[in-house]
């Protein structure tokens, strides 16, 4: 395994350039570690490296994804978003656990976290629905990435139409977070539960307007004709 690390890593330095990872720098707020190298090229060396990892047993496997975060760069932890959901069919119920201490351990910016959680944490959703409770008292962490993921976690089941009573009990939960990165967050799960449940989406914001911070409000009516956005906008004259 050290061996295909170091083989993975070479390719990666080698496709690395100075203006990329200068270009990079201006989408987070925080400093980040990254080669500097397009997302596209990123994707395409994950999904040659997966030829040779995917025939691993899931503990070596899983065990290559924590090295890989441990480096810190960006685009090592965008190979294990691009490994991980293709190990779906493998995932059992105690994998939560070790999803978890990734994220708590690992992740610090908004594109770790919506890269692994979106597709790998959504997916493990689909197959084991009981998950959303352990995934619920995410939001009650002092980590703002795991508060996040609480959130983006559902992300592709909202754009489905699904989980439509979870995305508000998130919501409420995260209403009135101080974090941007955790109201982009919610309110992103928000416009897309709007694509198939407008009205409720509205609705719900409508009735928090007075509260939930512009950004998240922002984010949630983003799709929204501009006729509700701007009646979604109006404040209350009390406040």
């Not at 975060?69 to 994998?95: H, L, T």
């Not at 719900?204 to 949630?220: E, Q, W």
Request: aromatic share 12%; hydrophobic share 40%; glycine share 6%.
């Amino acid at each position: 395994m050290k061996e295909l690390l170091r083989i993975l890593r070479k390719e990666l330095k080698a496709n690395a350039d100075e203006t990329t990872k200068e270009g990079s720098q201006r989408f987070f707020k925080e400093k980040i570690k990254c080669y500097g190298i397009k997302t596209g090229v990123v994707v395409k060396i994950a999904k040659k490296y997966w030829k040779e990892v995917s025939g691993l047993d899931k503990k070596s496997i899983f065990c290559l994804c924590e090295e890989l975060y441990s480096s810190d760069y960006c685009e090592e932890a965008f190979v294990v978003s691009s490994w991980v959901p293709n190990m779906s069919d493998r995932f059992e119920k105690g994998d939560l656990k070790i999803f978890r201490r990734w994220i708590d351990k690992y992740i610090n910016n908004w594109a770790k976290c919506d890269g692994f959680c979106n597709h790998s944490i959504g997916l493990f959703i689909e197959k084991y629905p009981s998950s959303l409770k352990e995934i619920m008292t995410w939001g009650r962490s002092g980590n703002r990435w795991m508060r996040r993921a609480c959130a983006v976690s559902l992300i592709i089941p909202a754009k489905r139409g699904r989980l439509l009573k979870e995305v508000f009990k998130i919501s409420d939960m995260l209403l009135l977070d101080g974090d941007d990165m955790v109201q982009k967050g919610y309110g992103w799960l928000l416009k897309e539960a709007s694509r198939f449940h407008q009205k409720e989406v509205f609705d719900y914001v409508v009735k928090n307007k007075g509260r939930m911070p512009r950004t998240a409000l922002r984010y949630a009516i983003e799709l929204m004709p501009k006729a509700l956005k701007i009646k979604a906008m109006q404040r209350s004259s009390k406040l």
